[in-house]
C-alpha cells in the first residue's frame, strides 16, 4: 500500500516489475506466442467482444506482477470511490461521475449526497421530445420549414466523441435508416475557412445550430457561435434564433445572456469532465437530431455495459483494467512512447504534487483500415517500437461481395486485421530471407526484428451498443492508468497556459488594429512574427 503521497515508483511492486524487464528482454514474441496455455490465458470475452492480448510483451509472471501493482496503487479502492461520487478530481474538487451519464433510470449514484440519476434522465427525456419535434417536423424554423440539418458548434471534448459516434454510426445500417434526409455537421476549428466548409450548401431556413460547451466561454466556440448567429439572423432576421439556435452546457445563465431561449437549453453537470462528456447532451442532443434518441439509447446502453464490467468483474478478466495496466507496463517498464491514449494523462506531477520520477501519458495516433499500412506502417514494423491496438469487427456495417473476387471486402479488410499482429510480433529472420533466396546485400533491409506489442479487439460489429462499449472501454482505461500512476487523469491544467498567451495576443491585435499600437511585450520572435502579421495581413481595419 502506498501512503497518500508517496509515488507508485516506491513501492515493492514497482520495483518487482523494473527488476523482471530484464527478464522479459530476453524473450521474443515469436517464443512466447508458440505457448499456447499463456495465448489462452490472455483471451477473454465479454457480450461477445473479444480481448486478445498474447501479442504484448508480457508473460503470465508479468500479469501476476501488474496485478499486484493494481493492488498497491488500491485500484479496486480508487475505482469504488470514482463510482461512489468522492471528489477524486482533488484539484478541481469534483466528483467524476461520467458512468452516470449512462445509468439505467432505477440506479441510484450519488454526488454530494444528492442521486444523480434522475436530473440525468430529465435532460435524456427532454432531448428525446426535442429530437423527436426537429425530426418529425413538428418543430419548424422561422420561416416554417422543418429543420433537416444540424450544425455542433464545439472543441476538444465538446467535439472529439460525438464525431467519433458520428463516424461511426453514419454507415451503421440501422442508424442510416434513421438519418435520412438529414445531415449532421461539426464546426470545431475557428479558422473562418470551416465556417465556410460547414455552412457551404446549407440554408439557414434549414439548420438547427447547437452551440456546446461545458463553460460557455471556450474562445473559439463563442466566436463560431456568434458567427453563425449572425448567418442566421442576417437571412431570417434576429428573432429567428428562437427557432435556430439551441445550446448544450453546464454554464445556462450564459447561455441565456448569449440569447438562447433557457428552454432550448440542455444541461450537464461539472462532475462530468470535458473529454469525458459524449454520453451527457453534448453527444445525446446531436446524435439524437441526426439518428433518434432510440438509436442513441444503444450507444447508451453499451457504454453501461462496460461500466458494471468495469466496476464487478475480477481484474484478471476485467477489460479496462486489463488494458490500463498493460499501457502502464509499456509506458512506464519497457519505455515505449506512443499508443491511443487523452490528454489528461499526460502529467509531470503525481495527483498530490509531488514530480514524477517515470513517464506517464502516450501519443496518440491510428488510422482506420489498412490506411496505417500505406503510410506509417513503415516506422511500426521496422522503425520505432509503438505497442498497437487493432480493432476490427466480425460483421462489415456495409457487407460487398464482387462476383469471381477471392474474398469479400470485408474480408480482405480483416486480413489485414489478423496479419499485421503477427507480423509485429514475428518478424522476419535474415535466415528465413536465406531460405527464400533473397541477395545478401537486401537482407537488413527486409529483415523485421518483430517482438512488437499489440492487441487485439474483436467486436461482433460496430452497432450503436458495440460502439457505446468500445468507447467506455478506453475511457476506464485511461482511468486505470491514471489510478496506477496515482496522478489525475481528470483536470487538464496543461491546456490553459497557451489559452493565456493566446488572450493576450488577441489584445495586441485588437489595439494594433484600432489604435495602430505596435506589439509590446512580446519576446523578439513573436515580435517580429506578429507585426509581419499585422503589415502584410489584408484583415480590414476595424
Ligand atoms: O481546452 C480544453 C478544453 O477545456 C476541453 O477539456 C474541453 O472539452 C474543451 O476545451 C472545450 O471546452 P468547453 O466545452 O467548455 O467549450
Known sequence: MTSPTALICETQAWKDLKGHVEDINKTHLRDLM?????????????????????????????????????KAAQLSEKISRMFNGEHINSTENRSVLHVALRAPKYAVIKADGKNVVPEVWNVLDKIEDFSEKIRSGSWVGATGKPLKDVIAIGIGGSFLGPLFVHTALQTDPEAAECAKGRQLRFLANIDPVDVARNISGLNPETTLVVVVSKTFTTAETMLNARTLRNWITTALGAPAVAKHMVAVSTNLALVEKFGIDPNNAFAFWDWVGGRYSVCSAVGVLPLSLQYGFSVVEKFLKGASSIDKHFQSTPFEKNIPVLLGLLSVWNVSFLGYPARVSMESNGKGVSIDGLPLLFETGEIDFGEPGTNGQHSFYQLIHQGRVIPCDFIGTVKSQQPVYLEGEVVSNHDELMSNFFAQPDALAYGKTPEQLQKENVSENLIPHKTFSGNRPSLSLLLPELSAYNVGQLLAIYEHRVAVQGFVWGINSFDQWGVELGKVLATQVRKQLHSSRTQGAAPEGFNYSTTTLLKRYLETSPEPKM
Request: proline residues 0%; glycine residues 2%.
Open 34 to 70: 508458440s505457448d499456447a496455455h499463456r495465448c489462452e490465458s490472455m483471451m477473454l470475452e465479454f457480450e461477445g467482444l473479444l480481448l486478445d492480448y498474447s501479442r504484448q510483451r508480457a508473460t503470465v509472471e508479468t500479469m501476476d506482477k501488474l496485478l499486484n501493482l493494481a
